[in-house]
């Protein structure tokens, strides 16, 4: 019997591919011996699928042992104690740290659990996002990483930097 899952390269970086799904998802690693080993787990948890859930659970209790009986009525009396405000203040800032570190809106607006980008945005709206200057993009384009830092909030720009943006 075919095997399920493949793995190929493409540009350096390896990808496993579904045969069932066809769907393609990068592994994110260009080291042989690391896809091997995500091949060969994706592999073994199609077979035994309640070992692999066993191993999970294994995995995230060493990780996390509160985790099999926290609830979320406790994560939410946590956020609480630990901060002035509500759950719902902690959901505002948790998309406005998004939008400023340059998390995907679309990833943001999934965890958030909005249907509609306008809602997402209203929430995400305080948040003020810095853009590289072309240079600096163009450096960072060619070294494959673009790094995106958030502007400091008091930070005040001089005044060469305003003559700089009117030319």
């Known amino acids: 019997m075919a095997s399920r ?8 970086t390896y990808y496993l591919h579904d045969a069932i799904t066809r769907k393609q998802k990068s592994l994110g690693t260009k080291s ?26 294994a995995y995230l209790h060493t990780a996390d042992p509160e985790a099999a009986t926290r ?9 609480v104690a630990d901060k002035e405000g509500t759950l719902h203040s902690y959901r505002y ?4 740290r998004a939008a400023i570190l340059g998390f995907p809106e679309r990833y943001a607006q999934l965890a958030l659990g909005h249907n509609s980008k306008a809602v997402h945005r209203a929430y995400s709206k305080k948040a003020e996002v810095t853009l590289p200057s072309l240079e600096d993009y163009e450096k960072a384009f060619k070294a494959k990483v673009i790094p995106f830092a958030p502007k400091p909030v008091n930070e005040v720009p001089s005044n060469d930097d305003k003559s700089k943006k009117a030319s």
């Open 5 to 12: 899952y493949r793995l190929f390269r493409r540009g350096g």
């Open 32 to 57: 042989r011996k690391e896809a091997l080993r995500v091949l060969n787990a994706q592999r073994e948890a199609e077979q035994v699928p309640n070992i692999a859930r066993q191993i999970a659970r």
């Open 71 to 79: 609830t979320w009525q406790t994560v939410a009396d946590r956020i």
């Open 93 to 96: 800032s948790w998309a406005e």
